[in-house]
């Protein structure tokens, strides 16, 4: 069982920048493949990044590419999402995510473990 609490979303004007976090406790982290995720109203959750359990490969989704950076430390148990340039569109819920094994992949079906978000908006 892998438990997880995400923090540091809010409401920025666009252009801004947020930094989410995710502890997680439970079972072992650095053995899970993480990965961030948002829904946003009306919407389907969708992928915006993950990451493998040492770090080495990292996916991002088109919209994020370039604007968010995802990073782990595995000595505390927390995997970041860093959003810079954010725009309206970006206005979600942010979910963290863990997989029972390493490898790195987008579908939300694939991950076992959620968190229960964080609100993300971002104004014109």
């Known amino acids: 069982q892998v438990m997880l609490v995400e923090s540091g979303g809010g409401a920025v004007q666009a252009g801004g920048s947020l930094r989410l976090s995710c502890a997680a406790s439970g079972r072992t982290f650095s053995a899970s493949a993480m990965g961030w995720f948002r829904q946003g109203p009306g919407e389907e959750r969708e992928f915006v990044a993950a990451?493998?359990?040492?770090?080495?490969?990292?996916r991002y989704a088109n919209s994020v590419k370039g604007r968010f950076t995802i990073t782990r430390d595995n000595a505390k148990n927390t995997v970041y999402l860093q959003m810079n340039s954010l725009k309206p569109e970006d206005t979600a819920v942010y979910y963290c995510?863990?997989?029972?094994?390493?490898?790195?992949?987008?579908?939300?079906?694939?991950?076992?473990?959620w968190g229960q978000g964080t609100q993300v908006t971002v104004s014109s």
């Open positions: 995510a863990a997989k029972d094994v390493g490898l790195v992949t987008t579908r939300p079906d694939d991950y076992s473990y």
């Open positions: 990451i493998s359990r040492g770090g080495g490969v990292i």
